[in-house]
Protein backbone atom coordinates (compact mmCIF):
# COMPACT_ATOMS: atom_id res chain seq x y z
CA UNK A 1 0.00 0.00 0.00
CA UNK A 2 1.36 3.74 -0.89
CA UNK A 3 2.41 6.30 2.48
CA UNK A 4 -0.73 7.92 1.03
CA UNK A 5 -3.59 5.17 0.98
CA UNK A 6 -1.84 3.88 4.90
CA UNK A 7 -2.69 7.38 5.99
CA UNK A 8 -6.32 7.56 4.79
CA UNK A 9 -6.73 4.41 6.58
CA UNK A 10 -5.01 5.86 9.78
CA UNK A 11 -6.95 9.29 9.82
CA UNK A 12 -10.44 7.06 9.63
CA UNK A 13 -11.31 7.62 13.17
CA UNK A 14 -9.07 10.94 13.82
CA UNK A 15 -10.90 13.55 16.25
CA UNK A 16 -10.58 17.03 15.27
CA UNK A 17 -9.60 18.13 18.83
CA UNK A 18 -6.77 19.20 20.43
CA UNK A 19 -4.84 15.93 22.28
CA UNK A 20 -3.47 18.09 25.25
CA UNK A 21 -7.00 20.19 26.24
CA UNK A 22 -8.80 16.64 25.84
CA UNK A 23 -8.55 15.28 29.39
CA UNK A 24 -10.97 15.47 32.02
CA UNK A 25 -8.62 17.37 33.67
CA UNK A 26 -9.06 20.62 32.34
CA UNK A 27 -10.28 23.41 34.59
CA UNK A 28 -13.52 24.29 34.32
CA UNK A 29 -13.63 27.75 33.45
CA UNK A 30 -14.37 30.56 35.78
CA UNK A 31 -17.37 33.16 35.42
CA UNK A 32 -16.84 35.69 33.09
CA UNK A 33 -16.84 39.72 34.16
CA UNK A 34 -20.43 41.02 34.72
CA UNK A 35 -19.50 43.93 36.72
CA UNK A 36 -16.80 46.92 36.77
CA UNK A 37 -13.58 46.70 38.95
CA UNK A 38 -10.71 48.74 39.41
CA UNK A 39 -7.41 47.14 40.02
CA UNK A 40 -3.69 47.82 39.65
CA UNK A 41 -2.99 45.48 36.54
CA UNK A 42 -4.87 43.64 33.72
CA UNK A 43 -3.58 41.55 31.66
CA UNK A 44 -5.58 40.33 28.30
CA UNK A 45 -4.85 37.28 27.01
CA UNK A 46 -4.85 33.78 29.19
CA UNK A 47 -1.92 31.98 27.29
CA UNK A 48 1.36 31.64 28.50
CA UNK A 49 2.22 35.45 28.09
CA UNK A 50 -0.76 36.35 29.85
CA UNK A 51 -0.07 33.36 32.44
CA UNK A 52 3.88 34.60 32.80
CA UNK A 53 2.86 38.49 33.06
CA UNK A 54 0.56 38.10 35.95
CA UNK A 55 3.19 35.13 37.90
CA UNK A 56 5.78 37.59 37.80
CA UNK A 57 3.94 40.44 38.79
CA UNK A 58 2.17 38.80 41.78
CA UNK A 59 5.59 37.16 42.99
CA UNK A 60 7.09 40.71 42.58
CA UNK A 61 4.67 42.45 44.63
CA UNK A 62 2.00 40.43 46.12
CA UNK A 63 -0.46 43.42 47.46
CA UNK A 64 -0.91 44.39 43.45
CA UNK A 65 -4.52 43.90 42.63
CA UNK A 66 -4.32 41.66 38.83
CA UNK A 67 -7.39 40.42 36.78
CA UNK A 68 -6.26 38.57 33.92
CA UNK A 69 -9.24 38.71 31.24
CA UNK A 70 -9.40 35.88 28.57
CA UNK A 71 -11.68 35.77 25.62
CA UNK A 72 -12.36 32.03 25.84
CA UNK A 73 -10.75 29.56 28.34
CA UNK A 74 -7.06 29.42 29.71
CA UNK A 75 -4.79 27.84 26.94
CA UNK A 76 -7.83 27.78 24.32
CA UNK A 77 -4.96 29.51 21.85
CA UNK A 78 -1.58 28.76 20.63
CA UNK A 79 -0.55 27.74 24.22
CA UNK A 80 -2.75 24.94 24.53
CA UNK A 81 -2.78 23.58 20.49
CA UNK A 82 1.57 23.59 20.63
CA UNK A 83 3.94 20.80 19.90
CA UNK A 84 5.55 21.40 23.39
CA UNK A 85 9.02 21.85 22.11
CA UNK A 86 10.36 24.12 25.00
CA UNK A 87 13.20 25.68 24.17
CA UNK A 88 16.08 28.24 25.66
CA UNK A 89 16.16 30.19 22.08
CA UNK A 90 14.81 33.55 22.48
CA UNK A 91 15.55 34.25 18.66
CA UNK A 92 14.03 31.46 16.55
CA UNK A 93 16.89 29.52 16.67
CA UNK A 94 20.60 30.67 16.23
CA UNK A 95 20.85 31.88 12.60
CA UNK A 96 18.30 34.06 12.92
CA UNK A 97 19.67 35.41 16.12
CA UNK A 98 22.90 36.40 14.73
CA UNK A 99 21.11 37.41 11.09
CA UNK A 100 19.37 39.95 12.91
CA UNK A 101 21.44 40.74 16.05
CA UNK A 102 24.92 39.44 15.69
CA UNK A 103 26.33 42.39 18.26
CA UNK A 104 23.87 40.49 20.83
CA UNK A 105 23.17 37.41 19.99
CA UNK A 106 25.70 36.10 22.94
CA UNK A 107 23.57 38.29 25.46
CA UNK A 108 20.70 36.73 24.02
CA UNK A 109 21.98 33.17 24.10
CA UNK A 110 22.81 33.59 28.15
CA UNK A 111 19.47 35.61 28.29
CA UNK A 112 17.62 32.50 27.06
CA UNK A 113 19.64 30.09 28.71
CA UNK A 114 18.54 32.01 32.35
CA UNK A 115 15.05 32.41 31.04
CA UNK A 116 14.45 28.43 30.60
CA UNK A 117 15.94 27.62 33.58
CA UNK A 118 13.83 30.10 35.48
CA UNK A 119 10.92 28.77 33.60
CA UNK A 120 11.93 25.33 34.82
CA UNK A 121 12.50 26.74 38.28
CA UNK A 122 9.00 28.02 38.66
CA UNK A 123 7.21 24.66 37.57
CA UNK A 124 9.05 23.29 40.82
CA UNK A 125 8.72 25.89 42.68
CA UNK A 126 4.74 25.72 41.90
CA UNK A 127 4.18 21.92 41.48
CA UNK A 128 3.52 21.73 38.05
CA UNK A 129 2.97 18.23 37.28
CA UNK A 130 3.31 19.06 32.73
CA UNK A 131 6.25 16.39 32.55
CA UNK A 132 9.01 18.31 31.53
CA UNK A 133 11.93 16.27 29.79
CA UNK A 134 15.39 17.48 29.26
CA UNK A 135 15.56 15.44 26.23
CA UNK A 136 17.42 17.56 23.81
CA UNK A 137 16.90 18.08 20.05
CA UNK A 138 17.89 15.79 17.03
CA UNK A 139 17.78 17.56 13.83
CA UNK A 140 17.82 15.43 11.06
CA UNK A 141 18.71 15.59 7.30
CA UNK A 142 16.30 14.19 4.75
CA UNK A 143 18.57 15.35 1.60
CA UNK A 144 21.74 15.88 0.14
CA UNK A 145 21.78 19.60 0.91
CA UNK A 146 20.23 19.75 4.25
CA UNK A 147 23.00 17.31 5.32
CA UNK A 148 25.17 19.99 3.88
CA UNK A 149 23.41 22.74 6.43
CA UNK A 150 23.39 20.45 9.24
CA UNK A 151 27.48 20.59 9.12
CA UNK A 152 27.09 24.17 8.57
CA UNK A 153 24.73 24.90 11.65
CA UNK A 154 27.19 22.65 13.97
CA UNK A 155 29.98 25.17 13.03
CA UNK A 156 27.61 28.10 13.87
CA UNK A 157 26.44 26.23 17.32
CA UNK A 158 29.92 25.62 18.28
CA UNK A 159 31.31 29.04 17.86
CA UNK A 160 28.69 30.48 20.23
CA UNK A 161 29.20 27.50 22.71
CA UNK A 162 26.84 25.34 22.09
CA UNK A 163 27.12 21.35 22.04
CA UNK A 164 26.41 19.95 19.15
CA UNK A 165 27.13 16.01 17.91
CA UNK A 166 26.77 15.71 13.77
CA UNK A 167 26.14 12.43 13.28
CA UNK A 168 26.11 10.37 10.07
CA UNK A 169 22.94 7.97 8.59
CA UNK A 170 24.21 5.14 10.53
CA UNK A 171 24.12 6.98 13.69
CA UNK A 172 20.98 9.41 13.06
CA UNK A 173 19.12 5.72 12.40
CA UNK A 174 20.53 4.09 15.24
CA UNK A 175 18.78 6.86 18.11
CA UNK A 176 15.50 7.28 15.72
CA UNK A 177 15.24 4.57 12.85
CA UNK A 178 13.62 6.56 9.86
CA UNK A 179 14.95 4.84 5.94
CA UNK A 180 14.63 8.62 5.30
CA UNK A 181 17.67 9.93 7.87
CA UNK A 182 21.29 10.78 5.84
CA UNK A 183 22.17 12.61 9.19
CA UNK A 184 21.92 14.32 11.91
CA UNK A 185 23.04 16.85 14.69
CA UNK A 186 22.32 16.65 18.40
CA UNK A 187 22.09 18.85 20.49
CA UNK A 188 21.87 17.74 24.22
CA UNK A 189 21.31 21.26 25.94
CA UNK A 190 18.99 23.81 25.95
CA UNK A 191 15.51 21.81 24.84
CA UNK A 192 13.11 20.56 27.17
CA UNK A 193 9.78 18.47 26.10
CA UNK A 194 6.78 18.83 28.36
CA UNK A 195 2.69 19.37 28.12
CA UNK A 196 1.77 22.50 27.41
CA UNK A 197 -1.77 22.09 28.53
CA UNK A 198 -0.66 21.39 32.27
CA UNK A 199 2.37 23.84 32.54
CA UNK A 200 -0.76 26.87 31.22
CA UNK A 201 -3.32 25.33 33.80
CA UNK A 202 -0.63 24.99 36.32
CA UNK A 203 0.27 28.35 36.08
CA UNK A 204 -3.14 29.49 36.19
CA UNK A 205 -3.38 27.25 39.61
CA UNK A 206 -0.23 28.53 40.72
CA UNK A 207 -1.09 32.58 39.69
CA UNK A 208 -4.98 32.03 41.31
CA UNK A 209 -3.44 30.75 44.92
CA UNK A 210 -1.41 33.99 44.95
CA UNK A 211 -4.54 36.58 44.34
CA UNK A 212 -4.78 37.16 40.58
CA UNK A 213 -8.50 36.79 39.77
CA UNK A 214 -9.59 35.01 36.30
CA UNK A 215 -12.59 36.02 34.38
CA UNK A 216 -12.90 33.81 31.24
CA UNK A 217 -14.97 33.84 28.00
CA UNK A 218 -14.77 37.49 28.68
CA UNK A 219 -13.00 39.51 25.50
CA UNK A 220 -11.85 42.94 25.70
CA UNK A 221 -13.68 45.25 23.59
CA UNK A 222 -11.94 48.21 23.70
CA UNK A 223 -9.52 49.63 25.72
CA UNK A 224 -8.99 53.81 26.12
CA UNK A 225 -6.94 56.01 28.04
CA UNK A 226 -7.84 58.11 31.30
CA UNK A 227 -6.61 60.43 32.80
CA UNK A 228 -4.53 63.05 30.67
CA UNK A 229 -0.93 63.14 30.16
CA UNK A 230 0.96 61.01 31.58
CA UNK A 231 0.54 57.30 32.15
CA UNK A 232 -2.28 57.21 34.46
CA UNK A 233 -4.45 54.73 33.66
CA UNK A 234 -7.16 52.29 31.31
CA UNK A 235 -10.29 51.41 31.50
CA UNK A 236 -10.92 47.74 28.93
CA UNK A 237 -14.50 47.58 28.38
CA UNK A 238 -16.21 43.78 28.07
CA UNK A 239 -19.55 42.32 26.97
CA UNK A 240 -20.74 42.95 30.81
CA UNK A 241 -18.37 45.23 32.83
CA UNK A 242 -15.55 47.03 32.50
CA UNK A 243 -11.90 47.15 34.19
CA UNK A 244 -10.39 50.63 35.48
CA UNK A 245 -6.13 49.59 36.06
CA UNK A 246 -3.33 52.01 36.24
CA UNK A 247 -1.71 49.27 34.07
CA UNK A 248 -2.43 46.63 31.05
CA UNK A 249 -0.58 44.13 29.47
CA UNK A 250 -2.27 43.27 26.30
CA UNK A 251 -0.70 39.26 25.29
CA UNK A 252 -3.11 38.47 22.61
CA UNK A 253 -0.67 37.12 20.28
CA UNK A 254 -1.86 35.76 17.06
CA UNK A 255 -5.75 36.79 17.62
CA UNK A 256 -7.81 39.86 16.05
CA UNK A 257 -5.61 42.54 18.83
CA UNK A 258 -7.49 45.04 20.96
CA UNK A 259 -4.77 47.79 19.57
CA UNK A 260 -4.94 48.11 16.01
CA UNK A 261 -0.85 48.78 15.63
CA UNK A 262 0.14 45.13 16.60
CA UNK A 263 -1.47 43.62 13.75
CA UNK A 264 1.14 45.83 11.40
CA UNK A 265 3.50 43.77 12.77
CA UNK A 266 2.13 40.00 13.94
CA UNK A 267 0.37 37.99 11.39
CA UNK A 268 -1.34 34.52 11.92
CA UNK A 269 -0.39 31.48 10.41
CA UNK A 270 -1.98 28.30 11.04
CA UNK A 271 -0.05 25.08 11.94
CA UNK A 272 -1.27 21.81 11.82
CA UNK A 273 -0.79 18.84 14.35
CA UNK A 274 -1.44 15.41 14.41
CA UNK A 275 -1.17 12.81 17.43
CA UNK A 276 -1.01 8.54 17.12
CA UNK A 277 -2.79 6.25 19.43
CA UNK A 278 0.28 4.99 22.07
CA UNK A 279 3.00 3.23 20.13
CA UNK A 280 3.00 -0.46 21.90
CA UNK A 281 6.36 -1.80 22.74
CA UNK A 282 7.40 -3.84 19.57
CA UNK A 283 6.26 -0.32 17.47
CA UNK A 284 8.67 1.54 20.31
CA UNK A 285 11.39 -0.88 18.87
CA UNK A 286 10.76 -0.82 15.79
CA UNK A 287 11.48 2.66 15.58
CA UNK A 288 14.01 2.87 18.14
CA UNK A 289 13.87 6.23 19.82
CA UNK A 290 14.74 5.51 23.78
CA UNK A 291 16.32 8.87 24.28
CA UNK A 292 13.06 10.67 23.76
CA UNK A 293 14.47 13.50 22.30
CA UNK A 294 12.99 16.31 19.86
CA UNK A 295 13.11 15.77 16.37
CA UNK A 296 12.66 17.92 13.56
CA UNK A 297 13.98 17.88 9.83
CA UNK A 298 16.02 20.45 8.18
CA UNK A 299 13.89 22.09 5.54
CA UNK A 300 12.67 25.99 5.24
CA UNK A 301 9.14 23.55 5.29
CA UNK A 302 9.78 21.32 8.22
CA UNK A 303 8.20 18.61 10.21
CA UNK A 304 8.80 18.29 14.37
CA UNK A 305 7.86 15.39 16.45
CA UNK A 306 8.31 14.13 19.71
CA UNK A 307 6.42 11.72 22.19
CA UNK A 308 4.09 11.98 24.50
CA UNK A 309 4.47 11.13 27.95
CA UNK A 310 2.14 8.56 27.00
CA UNK A 311 4.41 7.22 24.28
CA UNK A 312 2.06 8.55 21.34
CA UNK A 313 3.96 10.74 18.41
CA UNK A 314 3.06 14.32 17.98
CA UNK A 315 3.70 15.17 14.39
CA UNK A 316 3.45 18.74 13.10
CA UNK A 317 4.36 21.56 10.82
CA UNK A 318 5.09 21.79 6.93
CA UNK A 319 2.46 23.99 5.96
CA UNK A 320 1.80 27.34 7.54
CA UNK A 321 -1.42 28.26 6.19
CA UNK A 322 -2.38 32.42 6.31
CA UNK A 323 -6.12 33.53 5.84
CA UNK A 324 -6.78 36.71 3.77
CA UNK A 325 -7.73 39.28 6.35
CA UNK A 326 -6.23 38.14 9.39
CA UNK A 327 -8.93 35.38 9.86
CA UNK A 328 -8.61 32.87 12.74
CA UNK A 329 -11.44 31.14 14.34
CA UNK A 330 -13.41 27.52 13.72
CA UNK A 331 -13.69 28.23 9.70
CA UNK A 332 -10.39 28.37 9.59
CA UNK A 333 -9.36 25.58 11.47
CA UNK A 334 -9.56 22.26 10.07
CA UNK A 335 -8.35 21.45 6.58
CA UNK A 336 -8.47 17.49 5.82
CA UNK A 337 -5.62 18.27 2.56
CA UNK A 338 -3.60 19.26 5.03
CA UNK A 339 -3.62 16.26 7.40
CA UNK A 340 -4.14 13.65 5.15
CA UNK A 341 -0.66 15.12 3.72
CA UNK A 342 1.11 15.46 7.14
CA UNK A 343 -0.11 12.01 7.69
CA UNK A 344 1.43 10.77 4.30
CA UNK A 345 4.98 12.32 5.56
CA UNK A 346 4.59 10.31 8.25
CA UNK A 347 4.36 6.92 7.11
CA UNK A 348 7.24 7.89 4.82
CA UNK A 349 9.10 8.84 7.68
CA UNK A 350 8.30 5.50 9.52
CA UNK A 351 7.07 3.09 7.37
CA UNK A 352 7.10 0.38 9.91
CA UNK A 353 4.46 2.12 11.73
CA UNK A 354 1.60 0.90 9.26
CA UNK A 355 -1.36 -0.09 10.82
CA UNK A 356 -1.06 2.85 13.35
CA UNK A 357 -3.93 5.40 14.10
CA UNK A 358 -4.17 8.92 14.88
CA UNK A 359 -6.53 9.74 17.30
CA UNK A 360 -6.40 14.03 16.90
CA UNK A 361 -6.11 16.44 14.75
CA UNK A 362 -6.01 20.26 14.75
CA UNK A 363 -4.32 23.13 14.23
CA UNK A 364 -3.17 26.88 15.92
CA UNK A 365 -2.52 30.61 14.84
CA UNK A 366 0.55 31.28 14.80
CA UNK A 367 1.67 34.66 15.40
CA UNK A 368 4.49 35.33 13.25
CA UNK A 369 6.51 38.40 12.56
CA UNK A 370 8.85 39.44 9.59
CA UNK A 371 12.38 38.26 11.87
CA UNK A 372 10.17 35.91 13.33
CA UNK A 373 10.73 36.78 17.40
CA UNK A 374 8.41 38.54 19.77
CA UNK A 375 8.01 42.43 19.41
CA UNK A 376 6.84 44.57 22.10
CA UNK A 377 5.16 48.33 22.32
CA UNK A 378 3.42 50.65 24.36
CA UNK A 379 0.50 52.62 23.94
CA UNK A 380 -2.38 55.05 25.87
CA UNK A 381 -0.05 56.91 27.24
CA UNK A 382 2.22 54.30 28.69
CA UNK A 383 -0.04 52.53 30.17
CA UNK A 384 -0.62 49.63 28.37
CA UNK A 385 2.52 47.44 27.41
CA UNK A 386 1.74 44.25 24.64
CA UNK A 387 4.10 41.10 23.64
CA UNK A 388 3.03 39.33 20.78
CA UNK A 389 4.78 37.35 17.30
CA UNK A 390 6.87 34.24 18.93
CA UNK A 391 6.42 32.37 15.08
CA UNK A 392 6.85 28.43 16.16
CA UNK A 393 8.92 29.09 19.14
CA UNK A 394 7.25 30.97 21.98
CA UNK A 395 6.61 28.13 24.94
CA UNK A 396 9.64 29.51 26.62
CA UNK A 397 10.13 32.81 24.63
CA UNK A 398 6.35 33.94 26.02
CA UNK A 399 7.93 34.18 29.61
CA UNK A 400 10.63 35.96 28.37
CA UNK A 401 8.19 38.29 26.57
CA UNK A 402 6.06 38.83 29.48
CA UNK A 403 9.11 40.30 31.37
CA UNK A 404 9.72 42.77 29.07
CA UNK A 405 6.42 43.86 28.39
CA UNK A 406 6.14 44.17 32.45
CA UNK A 407 9.30 46.07 32.74
CA UNK A 408 7.85 48.26 29.77
CA UNK A 409 5.00 49.27 31.75
CA UNK A 410 5.86 49.69 34.65
CA UNK A 411 8.68 52.11 32.99
CA UNK A 412 11.77 49.73 34.55
CA UNK A 413 14.85 50.28 32.80
CA UNK A 414 16.70 46.99 32.83
CA UNK A 415 19.10 44.71 30.82
CA UNK A 416 16.12 43.07 28.49
CA UNK A 417 14.74 46.77 27.75
CA UNK A 418 18.18 47.80 26.36
CA UNK A 419 17.99 44.93 23.76
CA UNK A 420 18.23 45.70 20.44
CA UNK A 421 15.39 43.15 19.48
CA UNK A 422 12.97 44.95 22.45
CA UNK A 423 13.73 48.88 20.94
CA UNK A 424 13.40 48.07 17.71
CA UNK A 425 10.43 46.64 16.16
CA UNK A 426 9.72 44.15 12.78
CA UNK A 427 9.54 45.09 9.23
CA UNK A 428 5.54 45.60 9.03
CA UNK A 429 3.88 43.33 7.02
CA UNK A 430 1.68 45.34 4.08
CA UNK A 431 -2.12 45.52 4.82
CA UNK A 432 -4.54 43.76 2.95
CA UNK A 433 -5.16 43.61 0.21
CA UNK A 434 -1.41 43.38 0.20
CA UNK A 435 -0.84 41.24 2.65
CA UNK A 436 -1.99 38.02 1.85
CA UNK A 437 -0.28 38.01 -2.01
CA UNK A 438 2.89 38.99 -0.17
CA UNK A 439 2.51 36.57 1.99
CA UNK A 440 1.67 33.58 -0.88
CA UNK A 441 4.55 34.77 -2.98
CA UNK A 442 6.64 33.84 0.16
CA UNK A 443 5.52 30.46 0.60
CA UNK A 444 5.73 29.50 -2.92
CA UNK A 445 9.30 30.84 -3.01
CA UNK A 446 10.10 28.98 -0.08
CA UNK A 447 8.52 25.50 -1.30
CA UNK A 448 10.84 25.84 -4.34
CA UNK A 449 13.81 26.83 -2.36
CA UNK A 450 13.52 23.42 -0.51
CA UNK A 451 12.75 22.13 -4.22
CA UNK A 452 15.74 23.34 -5.66
CA UNK A 453 17.96 22.25 -2.75
CA UNK A 454 18.01 25.27 -0.60
CA UNK A 455 18.83 28.08 -3.27
CA UNK A 456 17.23 30.95 -2.37
CA UNK A 457 15.44 32.44 -5.38
CA UNK A 458 15.54 36.24 -5.97
CA UNK A 459 12.44 36.91 -3.98
CA UNK A 460 13.96 35.23 -1.10
CA UNK A 461 17.48 36.81 -1.72
CA UNK A 462 15.75 40.45 -2.11
CA UNK A 463 14.17 39.50 1.68
CA UNK A 464 17.10 38.32 3.06
CA UNK A 465 18.86 41.71 1.92
CA UNK A 466 16.38 43.08 4.27
CA UNK A 467 16.21 40.81 7.08
CA UNK A 468 12.38 40.17 6.50
CA UNK A 469 10.71 36.66 5.84
CA UNK A 470 8.07 34.12 6.58
CA UNK A 471 7.83 31.36 8.46
CA UNK A 472 5.97 29.38 11.24
C1 LIG B 1 0.31 24.31 16.32
C2 LIG B 1 1.37 25.08 17.06
C3 LIG B 1 2.56 24.45 17.42
C4 LIG B 1 3.53 25.16 18.13
N1 LIG B 1 4.64 24.48 18.59
C5 LIG B 1 5.52 25.11 19.38
C6 LIG B 1 6.57 24.39 20.00
O1 LIG B 1 6.65 23.16 19.91
N2 LIG B 1 7.47 25.09 20.74
C7 LIG B 1 7.37 26.44 20.91
O2 LIG B 1 8.22 27.02 21.58
N3 LIG B 1 6.34 27.14 20.39
C8 LIG B 1 5.40 26.51 19.66
N4 LIG B 1 4.33 27.20 19.17
C9 LIG B 1 4.20 28.64 19.50
C10 LIG B 1 3.72 28.85 20.94
O3 LIG B 1 2.65 27.97 21.22
C11 LIG B 1 3.27 30.30 21.12
O4 LIG B 1 4.32 31.16 20.75
C12 LIG B 1 2.88 30.64 22.55
O5 LIG B 1 1.97 29.70 23.06
C13 LIG B 1 2.28 32.05 22.57
O6 LIG B 1 1.64 32.28 23.80
P1 LIG B 1 0.72 33.55 23.94
O7 LIG B 1 0.19 33.56 25.31
O8 LIG B 1 1.46 34.75 23.50
O9 LIG B 1 -0.46 33.34 22.88
P2 LIG B 1 -1.76 32.43 22.96
O10 LIG B 1 -1.51 31.16 23.65
O11 LIG B 1 -2.31 32.35 21.57
O12 LIG B 1 -2.75 33.26 23.89
C14 LIG B 1 -3.45 34.39 23.47
C15 LIG B 1 -4.76 34.39 24.27
O13 LIG B 1 -5.41 35.64 24.13
C16 LIG B 1 -6.80 35.40 24.12
N5 LIG B 1 -7.44 36.58 23.53
C17 LIG B 1 -7.40 36.98 22.25
N6 LIG B 1 -8.08 38.14 22.09
C18 LIG B 1 -8.55 38.48 23.32
C19 LIG B 1 -9.31 39.57 23.81
N7 LIG B 1 -9.75 40.56 23.01
N8 LIG B 1 -9.63 39.61 25.13
C20 LIG B 1 -9.19 38.63 25.97
N9 LIG B 1 -8.45 37.56 25.54
C21 LIG B 1 -8.13 37.50 24.24
C22 LIG B 1 -6.93 34.15 23.29
O14 LIG B 1 -8.18 33.52 23.49
C23 LIG B 1 -5.74 33.34 23.78
O15 LIG B 1 -6.09 32.48 24.85
C24 LIG B 1 3.33 26.53 18.45
C25 LIG B 1 2.14 27.16 18.09
C26 LIG B 1 1.16 26.45 17.42
C27 LIG B 1 -0.13 27.13 17.06
Known sequence: MSA??????????????????????????????????????????????????????????????????????????????????????????????????????????????????????????????????????????????????????????????????????????????????????????????????????????????????????????????????????????????????????????????????????????????????????????AIGWSNRQGLSDMGSQFHYYRLTADDRILWGGWDALYHFGNRVGPAVEHSPGTSRMLATHFFETFPQLEGLSFTHRWSGPIATTSRFTCAWGTSHNGAVAWAAGYTGLGVAASRFGARVALDLVDGRATERTELEMVRRSPFPFPPEPLRWPAIQITRRAIQRSDQRDGKRGPWLALLDKFGIGFDS
Open 4 to 285: EAIATLALAETRPEVFWLDRPERPEPSPCLDTDLNVDLVVVGGGFTGLWTALTAIEADPGRSIVVLEADTIAFGASGRNGGFCEASLTHGLENGVGHWPAEVDKLLHLGDGNLQGLLDAIDRHDIGCSPEPTGALNVAVTPWQADSLVDSASLHEAHGMSVTLLDAASTRSQVNSPTYLGGAWHPDGVVMLDPARLAWGLRRAVESLGVRFFENTPARSIEAIGGGGPTGVRIRTDAGAVTARRAVVATNAFRPPIRRIRRYVAPVYDHVLVTEPLSADQLS
